[in-house]
C-alpha cells in the first residue's frame, strides 16, 4: 500500500486561485440546479438525546463505551451490570452532538414513581437492544411495552432496534433472526393498532463495524441538514468521477452522510480503515513542540493509492469533519479538479455551519451564499 500524507496550508480559502494542477480545471464553470438547505426551525436547536434501553446484559454500555470511548470490544467482558442511568455528552462535530443515555435493563421507567415525560418527552431516538444470541421472546415482549408507551409520550421520537451480538451467528442464521423479529415487532404492533409506528432494524456487533454503521444511520435520521448535505455530495462525486463519497465525523468514525449510490460494507470499512491511518501518522510524525496542537487539524489531506487501481482521498471540511471518496487510479489523474471541488464543498460545509448558527431571520442571506458556492463546481468533462 502506498501512501502519500500531506498537510495542505494553500488552499485554505475557496477565493484562492492557487490551486494543485490549476492546468487541468476546465475553461468555464457549469451551473448546476439550484439547491436549498432545510429550513431551520426553532427544533433544530435543542440538542438530541439517544437512549439505549433493552434487557438486562443485552450489550448497552458495551455499545457505549466502544463507539464513544474507544473501549476496546474484548475489554466490555469485564464490565459490570448497571443500576442507574448513566448520562454522556457526546459532541465531536457540528452533526454529532447529542446527549446518550444508557437506562439499567431491569428499571420500568414507565412506572408512576419515575417521570417518563422528562426522559422520553424530549426529540431523539429510542434504541432497543436485542440479545440475538439469547432467547428473544421477553426482549420483544419488552421492546412492545417499551415503544409504544414511549410513543404515547413522544409520537416524533425515532425508534430503532438492535438486533445485537450477531458475531455469534452465521450469515444464514443471521437473516432468519432479523426476519423472524422484525415480523413478530411488526405483527405485536398492528395487533394492537400501532401501524403508525415505524421501527428500524439493524443486525449489530460490536465486534466488527456494523454498530459504527448502524450508529451512524441513528445520528443521520437525528441531522436536519441531510438531503442537502447528500445532494452537495451527489453533485462532487459526479463532477468529480468519485466513485464513492462519505462525509465522516472522524472522532467516531461514523458517516454523517453519503451520496445515494448504495453503501456496501466493504467500502465503509475502507474508509474508516484510512482515518485511523490518517490520525495514527498525524500523531507519530506530526505533534508540534508544544504537544498540544497536533498535525491533525483542518486542513490534513490524504492520498492512499491501494495496489488493486483504487484510491483513498481524504480532506478535512470542518472541526473533525472529513470527506473520504474512493475512486479509481485512471480518474485521480485529474486531481486538481477533485481538490477543487472538494473545497467548494467544503466552503459550502462552511457556510453551512455559519447558518446554522446564526438566527433565522438571517437565513435567506447565507442560503443564498450556499447556492452560488454549489454553483461554481468544476465538471469533468
Ligand atoms: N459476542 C458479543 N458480546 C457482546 C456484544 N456486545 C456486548 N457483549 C457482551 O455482553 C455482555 C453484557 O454487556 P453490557 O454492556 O454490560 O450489557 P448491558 O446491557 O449494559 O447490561 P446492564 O448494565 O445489566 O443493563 C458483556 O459481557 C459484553 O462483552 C457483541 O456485540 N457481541
Same mark, same amino acid.
Given at each position: 500500500?502506498?501512501?502519500?500524507?500531506?498537510?495542505?496550508?494553500?488552499?485554505?480559502?475557496?477565493?484562492?486561485?492557487?490551486?494543485?494542477?490549476?492546468?487541468?480545471?476546465?475553461?468555464?464553470?457549469?451551473?448546476?440546479?439550484?439547491?436549498?438547505?432545510?429550513?431551520?426551525?426553532?427544533?433544530?436547536?435543542?440538542?438530541?438525546?439517544?437512549?439505549?434501553?433493552?434487557?438486562?446484559?443485552?450489550?448497552?454500555?458495551?455499545?457505549?463505551?466502544?463507539?464513544?470511548?474507544?473501549?476496546?470490544?474484548?475489554?466490555?467482558?469485564? &464490565?459490570?451490570?448497571?443500576?442507574?442511568?448513566?448520562?454522556?455528552?457526546? *459532541? =465531536? #462535530? !457540528?452533526?454529532?452532538?447529542?446527549? @446518550?443515555? +444508557?437506562?439499567?435493563?431491569?428499571?420500568?421507567?414507565?412506572?408512576?414513581?419515575?417521570?417518563?415525560?422528562?426522559?422520553?418527552?424530549?426529540?431523539?431516538?429510542?434504541?432497543?437492544?436485542?440479545?440475538?444470541?439469547?432467547?428473544?421472546?421477553?426482549?420483544?415482549?419488552?421492546?412492545?411495552?417499551?415503544?409504544?408507551?414511549?410513543?404515547?409520550?413522544?409520537?416524533?421520537?425515532?425508534?430503532?432496534?438492535?438486533?445485537?451480538?450477531?458475531?455469534?451467528?452465521?450469515?444464514?442464521?443471521?437473516?432468519?433472526?432479523?426476519?423472524?423479529?422484525?415480523?413478530?415487532?411488526?405483527?405485536?404492533?398492528?395487533?394492537?393498532?400501532?401501524?403508525?409506528?415505524?421501527?428500524?432494524?439493524?443486525?449489530?456487533?460490536?465486534?466488527?463495524?456494523?454498530?459504527?454503521?448502524?450508529?451512524?444511520?441513528?445520528?443521520?435520521?437525528?441531522?436536519?441538514? &441531510?438531503?442537502?448535505?447528500?445532494?452537495?455530495?451527489?453533485?462532487?462525486? *459526479? =463532477? #468529480? !468521477?468519485?466513485?464513492?463519497?462519505? @462525509?465522516? +465525523?472522524?472522532?467516531?468514525?461514523?458517516?454523517?452522510?453519503?451520496?445515494?449510490?448504495?453503501?456496501?460494507?466493504?467500502?465503509?470499512?475502507?474508509?474508516?480503515?484510512?482515518?485511523?491511518?490518517?490520525?495514527?501518522?498525524?500523531?507519530?510524525?506530526?505533534?508540534?513542540?508544544?504537544?498540544?496542537?497536533?498535525?491533525?487539524?483542518?486542513?490534513?489531506?490524504?492520498?492512499?493509492?491501494?495496489?488493486?487501481?483504487?484510491?483513498?482521498?481524504?480532506?478535512?471540511?470542518?472541526?473533525?469533519?472529513?470527506?473520504?471518496?474512493?475512486?479509481?487510479?485512471?480518474?485521480?489523474?485529474?486531481?486538481?479538479?477533485?481538490?477543487?471541488?472538494?473545497?467548494?464543498?467544503?466552503?459550502?460545509?462552511?457556510?453551512?455551519?455559519?447558518?446554522?448558527?446564526?438566527?433565522?431571520?438571517?437565513?435567506?442571506?447565507?442560503?443564498?451564499?450556499?447556492?452560488?458556492?454549489?454553483?461554481?463546481?468544476?465538471?469533468?468533462?
Amino acid at each position: 500500500m502506498e501512501y502519500d500524507l500531506y498537510r495542505d496550508k494553500t488552499h485554505q480559502s475557496f477565493g484562492d486561485q492557487n490551486y494543485e494542477d490549476s492546468a487541468a480545471f476546465p475553461q468555464g464553470f457549469e451551473y448546476k440546479e439550484t439547491i436549498e438547505p432545510e429550513t431551520t426551525p426553532d427544533e433544530e436547536n435543542i440538542r438530541p438525546r439517544i437512549l439505549l434501553m433493552g434487557l438486562r446484559r443485552s450489550g448497552k454500555s458495551s455499545i457505549s463505551k466502544v463507539v464513544f470511548q474507544k473501549m476496546q470490544p474484548n475489554e466490555t467482558l469485564f &464490565l459490570e451490570s448497571s443500576n442507574k442511568i448513566m448520562k454522556e455528552n457526546v *459532541s =465531536n #462535530s !457540528a452533526f454529532v452532538d447529542f446527549e @446518550l443515555w +444508557d437506562l439499567p435493563g431491569q428499571i420500568d421507567f414507565f412506572d408512576p414513581s419515575f417521570d417518563a415525560d422528562v426522559v422520553f418527552g424530549v426529540r431523539g431516538s429510542l434504541i432497543f437492544i436485542i440479545d440475538a444470541q439469547d432467547d428473544y421472546i421477553e426482549a420483544l415482549h419488552k421492546l412492545h411495552t417499551t415503544v409504544t408507551k414511549a410513543f404515547k409520550i413522544n409520537t416524533n421520537i425515532k425508534f430503532e432496534v438492535f438486533i445485537h451480538k450477531v458475531d455469534g451467528l452465521t450469515e444464514d442464521n443471521k437473516i432468519e433472526t432479523q426476519r423472524d423479529i422484525h415480523q413478530r415487532a411488526i405483527d405485536d404492533l398492528s395487533d394492537s393498532g400501532y401501524d403508525q409506528l415505524h421501527l428500524n432494524f439493524h443486525l449489530t456487533s460490536i465486534y466488527d463495524h456494523s454498530i459504527f454503521e448502524a450508529f451512524s444511520k441513528v445520528v443521520q435520521r437525528l441531522t436536519f441538514h &441531510l438531503p442537502f448535505i447528500e445532494n452537495l455530495l451527489n453533485l462532487l462525486i *459526479s =463532477n #468529480s !468521477a468519485i466513485e464513492k463519497a462519505f @462525509l465522516y +465525523d472522524v472522532v467516531s468514525k461514523m458517516y454523517i452522510a453519503t451520496d445515494s449510490s448504495p453503501v456496501d460494507m466493504q467500502s465503509y470499512e475502507l474508509c474508516c480503515d484510512m482515518i485511523d491511518v490518517v490520525i495514527d501518522i498525524s500523531w507519530i510524525y506530526g505533534v508540534k513542540d508544544d504537544a498540544e496542537n497536533s498535525a491533525f487539524d483542518d486542513n490534513s489531506a490524504s492520498v492512499i493509492k491501494l495496489n488493486d487501481g483504487t484510491v483513498l482521498y481524504f480532506r478535512e471540511v470542518g472541526h473533525y469533519l472529513a470527506v473520504v471518496c474512493i475512486l479509481r487510479e485512471d480518474d485521480f489523474e485529474r486531481r486538481g479538479i477533485i481538490t477543487y471541488n472538494v473545497l467548494c464543498f467544503r466552503k459550502a460545509m462552511q457556510l453551512l455551519f455559519e447558518l446554522m448558527a446564526k438566527k433565522k431571520n438571517e437565513e435567506s442571506e447565507y442560503s443564498n451564499k450556499i447556492i452560488i458556492c454549489t454553483h461554481g463546481l468544476c465538471t469533468r468533462k
